[in-house]
Nanobody, 121 residues
Framework: QVQLVESGGGLVQSGGSLRLSCGASGNIFRINAMGWYRQAPGKERELVAHNSSGRTTNYADSVKGRFTISRDNAKNTVYLQMNSLKPEDTAVYYC???????????????WGQGTLVTVSS
């Protein structure tokens, strides 16, 4: 069983910064892609940032230039550095990963429980 645990959310003023962390634990042979999604009240979950095997990264247009995704593969951890935060960034942020629990298994999609980010104006 694989778990993703996020941390780092909270309340911040507009223009401020937060750093989210997401660590994977459990039975892990290999992790492929890792990413961050968010869901604001009354809206659908959307992609924020995505990193594919540590090489290719892509961002939602709304966060380009402000957010940075990074990974520490030795720690099975992904980070999201969020700068110049805006009230419209307020949402629950979810970590997502493609994890192969064993050498012979296919990749499974795993989600974290989410961490709330609130940006006040």
């Amino acid at each position: 069983q694989v778990q993703l645990v996020e941390s780092g959310g909270g309340l911040v003023q507009s223009g401020g910064s937060l750093r989210l962390s997401c660590g994977a634990s459990g039975n892990i042979f290999r992790i492929n892609a890792m990413g961050w999604y968010r869901q604001a009240p009354g809206k659908e979950r959307e992609l924020v940032a995505h990193n594919s095997s540590g090489r290719t990264t892509n961002y939602a247009d709304s966060v380009k230039g402000r957010f940075t995704i990074s990974r520490d593969n030795a720690k099975n951890t992904v980070y999201l550095q969020m700068n110049s935060l805006k009230p419209e960034d307020t949402a629950v942020y979810y970590c997502n990963a493609e994890v192969a629990p064993w050498s012979w298994s296919r990749y499974l999609e795993v989600w974290g429980q989410g961490t709330l980010v609130t940006v006040s104006s």
